[in-house]
């Protein structure tokens, strides 16, 4: 896409041709039979027409950004040493997701000075997910990685995670063993995680977020999926393959102030709960029918009251009571439906997940 165009994602995307620099692994069997099958993909890739397609980067890294303009210059002089000194082609592919603070200038000062920085600036704020579902579709590596901008993931852990997918690995995620968040923010994120892998009908793992690498074949599921819900380590961990973690401590931000807050991440765990279980409609069920079976149980005791003894229960508290208790439980019910219903909604209006304003840096 050339510089000034507009497209809306998501993008269509070529085979094009695997990096096949690489040595065969002949110390693990599994690492072995990994790389044989990325070649077999190589050579159907080649055989569709005949015709060689341009080469790639071996690896992308895709950086949502939004509001960052104090975090660029360190996170990219940071990451251009790691992967320069791994003697691997790569590319840095910035998403700008309506920043306003000037991080665009930033961006497109590094795209000017370094042909590897691709800058993917959407037409507005669309999101965190969103903006990493924009990165992964203009993404051409043979292998993705995934991380914020703000260098709460050091890059210095890449060299580990590649060294994990040349193994035969094909997502390798990082687990966060400590965090610098405040106390709130750390026991909300504890109960978000603990939570979703209780109800959600995937083994998502416990304090792992959207930093990792992913093969070339994940990657290629992730943005086939036409779903608008994007909780990106969700649909990572329903592909499944061969998926490693590797723990690591949390840093506090560079600079500026943390963009996910109570708030957003309450509508985060909203969505990954709506997108991956079917509990909270099946708890409103069993709800309704203890309330009704309550409900049966006190009116055969009243009856039995009036009946045998002669005693009339005590009229307008109890009416009350129970007429308020069942509009909270309606109205609960009616939210969680509401919830599983406005994401319908969404799907079927069939909209463009982002809109791309401008794509700057890449020359072929």
């Known amino acids: 896409m050339s510089e000034g165009d507009v497209s ?18 002949t110390g693990d069997p599994q690492a072995a ?20 397609p341009p080469s790639r980067p071996h690896l992308s890294v895709v950086l949502p950004v939004f509001n960052e303009r104090e975090n660029l210059p360190a996170l990219y ?32 000062a590094l795209a000017e000075g370094d042909p590897r920085v691709v800058v993917v600036e959407l037409a507005r704020n669309f999101g965190h997910q969103i903006a990493i579902s924009a990165g992964l579709d203009h993404a051409r590596g043979d292998g993705v990685i995934v991380m914020d901008s ?17 193994e035969g690995y094909d997502v390798v995620y990082a687990v966060r063993a400590s965090r610098k968040e405040n106390l709130l923010l750390r026991a909300a ?8 892998r209780r109800i959600a009908n995937i083994d998502i793992p416990l304090d792992a977020g959207d930093f990792c690498l992913m093969d070339r074949r994940v990657v290629d599921v992730l943005t086939a999926m036409p779903e608008r819900n994007r909780f990106v380590r969700g649909i990572r961990s329903w592909v499944g393959m061969r998926q490693i973690g590797l723990p690591y401590d ?17 509508y985060l765990a909203l969505d990954g709960i709506v997108a991956f279980s079917f509990v909270p409609l099946r708890i409103i069920t069993i709800l309704g029918f203890i309330v009704s079976a309550v409900s049966i149980a006190l009116a055969i005791l009243y009856a039995v009251q ?10 307008f508290p109890t009416l009350i009571v129970a007429v308020f208790f069942l509009a909270g439980i309606q109205l609960i019910t009616i939210g969680v439906i509401g919830e ?9 209006k069939q909209r463009p997940l982002y809109v791309v304003r401008r794509v700057t840096g890449r020359t072929g």
């Open 77 to 108: 002089e940071r990451l251009v040493r790691v992967l320069d000194a791994g003697n691997q082609s790569y590319e840095l592919v910035f998403v700008d997701d309506g920043s306003r603070d000037g991080s665009r200038d930033v961006l497109y």
């Open 340 to 348: 599983y219903v406005g994401r319908i909604y969404e799907e079927v």
């Open 150 to 166: 703000d260098l709460q993931d050091p890059p210095e852990m890449l060299p580990e995670f590649i060294a994990r997918w040349r």
């Open 306 to 315: 009036r009946l045998a003894f002669g005693l009339t229960p005590p009229g």
């Open 250 to 266: 949390r840093q506090g931000r560079y600079a500026g102030k943390p963009k996910y807050t109570l708030s957003r991440l309450t």
């Open 189 to 196: 994120y504890a109960l978000f995680y603990r939570m979703l």
């Open 33 to 52: 039979l990994a790389f044989c099958r990325r070649l077999a993909g190589l050579l159907i890739d080649h055989s569709d027409n005949g015709v060689v």
């Open 8 to 25: 809306v994602g998501q993008a269509s995307r070529t085979h094009e041709t695997r990096d096949t620099r690489m040595a065969i692994p």
